[in-house]
C-alpha cells in the first residue's frame, strides 16, 4: 500500500496562535514530502518541498518563517503555521512519493484550517 | 514557467455518457504527467503516464499522453455518479524534485 495520514483532520484557532499539521507515511519511507495548500474551487499549489535531514525548499511567495517545516524521520514531515491570521485559512494536504525512483506520489488527507 | 491547463472547467453528464477530459501542457524537460480524482479530501492517484500512445486502463478510465502535442486525455466511461469530483491533472519535470505542477482542474458531476 501507500497510505498517507495527516493529523488533525481539521482545526480552529485563534489568530496570532500557531498550529502543527502533522504528516506520516505509513507504510514506506518517504525521503521527500511535498505541502501544498488548496483554497476553495482552486487547485493545489506546492507550498515547499521537504527532504529528510536537510532544510525544506519555499516557493516563491511562501514565507519560511510563517510556514515553518520539519522532516525529522523518514516517515514524518511537520508542517507548523506560525502567528496564524484569518487569511492562513486553507485546506492543506501534503504527498510523500514512495521511493527515489518514482515520480507517484500519494497524498494525505488534508487538513482543514480555520483561523479565527 | 511550467503550465498545465485543463478543459472543460466543469462538465455536467448524465449516468451513463462518456466522458473526455483534457490536459494540455508547456514544460520545460518533461517526465511524467499524472491524474488524480479528488472528492471531498485530498487528490487519490489515478495514473501517471510517461510515454506517449500508451494506453493505461483501469475499469472504465483510461488515459493516454501525447507528447509531440503536449496534451492527455482521460477518458470515463459508462458514468457514474459516484464519478462526481474534481480531476485534477499534474506534470513533473526533470531536475525539479518531483514537484507537481497541477492544472485547475475538471470539475465532473454526474447525474442519475
Known amino acids: 500500500g501507500a497510505v498517507v495520514s495527516q493529523h488533525p483532520s481539521w482545526v480552529i484557532c485563534k489568530s496570532g496562535t500557531s498550529v502543527k499539521i502533522e504528516c506520516r507515511s505509513l507504510?514506506?519511507?518517504?525521503?521527500?514530502m511535498f505541502w501544498y495548500r488548496q483554497f476553495p474551487k482552486q487547485s493545489l499549489m506546492l507550498m515547499a518541498t521537504?527532504?529528510?535531514?536537510?532544510?525544506?525548499?519555499?516557493e516563491q511567495g511562501v514565507e519560511k518563517d510563517k510556514f515553518l517545516i520539519n522532516h525529522a524521520s523518514l516517515t514524518l514531515s511537520t508542517l507548523t503555521v506560525t502567528s496564524a491570521h484569518p487569511e492562513d485559512s486553507s485546506f492543506y494536504i501534503c504527498?510523500?512519493?514512495?521511493?527515489?525512483?518514482?515520480?507517484?506520489?500519494?497524498f494525505g488527507p488534508g487538513t482543514r484550517l480555520t483561523v479565527l | 514557467e511550467d503550465k498545465v491547463v485543463q478543459s472543460p472547467l466543469s462538465l455536467v453528464v448524465h449516468e451513463g455518457d462518456t466522458v473526455t477530459l483534457n490536459c494540455s501542457y508547456e514544460?520545460?524537460?518533461?517526465?511524467?504527467l499524472l491524474w488524480y480524482k479528488q472528492e471531498k479530501k485530498a487528490p487519490t492517484f489515478l495514473f501517471m503516464l510517461?510515454?506517449?500512445?500508451i494506453e493505461k486502463k483501469s475499469g472504465r478510465l483510461s488515459s493516454i499522453l501525447d507528447k509531440k502535442e503536449l496534451f492527455s486525455i482521460l477518458n470515463i466511461t459508462a458514468t457514474q455518479t459516484g464519478d462526481s469530483a474534481i480531476y485534477l491533472c499534474?506534470?513533473?519535470?526533470?531536475?525539479?524534485?518531483?514537484?507537481?505542477?497541477f492544472g485547475s482542474g475538471t470539475q465532473l458531476t454526474v447525474l442519475p
Open positions: 510517461t510515454s506517449s500512445g
Open positions: 499534474a506534470q513533473i519535470s526533470s531536475g525539479s524534485a518531483r514537484q507537481l505542477t
Open positions: 507504510d514506506f519511507q518517504a525521503t521527500t
Open positions: 514544460v520545460t524537460n518533461f517526465r511524467s
Open positions: 521537504s527532504n529528510e535531514g536537510s532544510k525544506a525548499t519555499y
Open positions: 504527498s510523500a512519493a514512495k521511493g527515489a525512483g518514482t515520480d507517484t506520489q500519494y
